[in-house]
T-cell receptor
């Protein structure tokens, strides 16, 4: 089955720790994205990547880092510099940047809680 | 990026048609209009996309007037399972789409 997987589903972190959220897709999509969603709010773009070894900052990149070493994978690291990391994190992919190439496919999300 | 404005929330009874209108006054010539649906604790799901006039698929219709400054998502005969947040997005293939706060639709039995 083609799709996007994210792991883990729930993640607990102590303050001061870095954590990495996994995102894998087997849809052969070029573009991948990371979003953050806080309760009752819309999605905010953290980082996106159009091709391997290239990525751009979104609206709220501070305190986060990404890599795109393989087309299928786009891991997100939440660093200790992110002051309020507790949120729901969503990964997505699309053929292009999704404006006119149809849909973005989203993973099931990772809920991160800082203890 | 074209900014979108949509109602914060809407209520509807089961079996009714629901129309959610989105304003995008500064839409660019090469921008497309896309709608997504999101259930709690899940990622958004693509519903429909259009450029002008009317687009229809198995779940919804999208009406776009000639000036393209607004669009209306139409959901026929909603059920309780249509309770969700609906996002209107406008953009081209040059930059990522921006998700606003969306419209929270509550379907009542």
């Amino acid at each position: 089955d083609g799709g996007i997987t994210q792991s883990p589903k729930y993640l607990f972190r102590k303050e001061g720790q870095n954590v990495t959220l996994s995102c894998e897709q087997n849809l052969n999509h070029d573009a991948m994205y990371w979003y953050r969603q806080d309760p009752g709010q819309g999605l905010r773009l953290i980082y996106y990547s159009q091709i391997v070894n290239d990525f751009q900052k979104g609206d709220i990149a501070e305190g986060y880092s990404v890599s795109r070493e393989k087309k299928e994978s786009f891991p997100l690291t939440v660093t200790s510099a992110q002051k309020n990391p507790t949120a729901f994190y969503l990964c997505a992919s699309s053929t292009g940047l999704a404006g006119m190439f149809g849909e973005q496919f989203f993973g099931p999300g990772t809920r991160l809680t800082v203890l | 990026l074209a900014k979108t404005t949509q109602p914060i929330s809407m209520d509807s009874y089961e079996g009714q048609e629901v129309n959610i209108t989105c304003s995008h006054n500064n839409i660019a010539t090469n921008d497309y209009i896309t709608w997504y649906q999101q259930f709690p604790s899940q990622g958004p799901r693509f519903i429909i996309q259009g450029y002008k006039t009317k687009v229809t698929n198995e779940v919804a219709s999208l009406f776009i007037p000639a000036d393209r400054k607004s669009s209306t998502l139409s959901l026929p005969r909603v059920s309780l399972s249509d309770t969700a947040v609906y996002y209107c997005l406008v953009g081209s293939g040059n930059t990522p789409l921006v998700f606003g706060k969306g419209t929270r639709l509550s379907v009542i039995a």
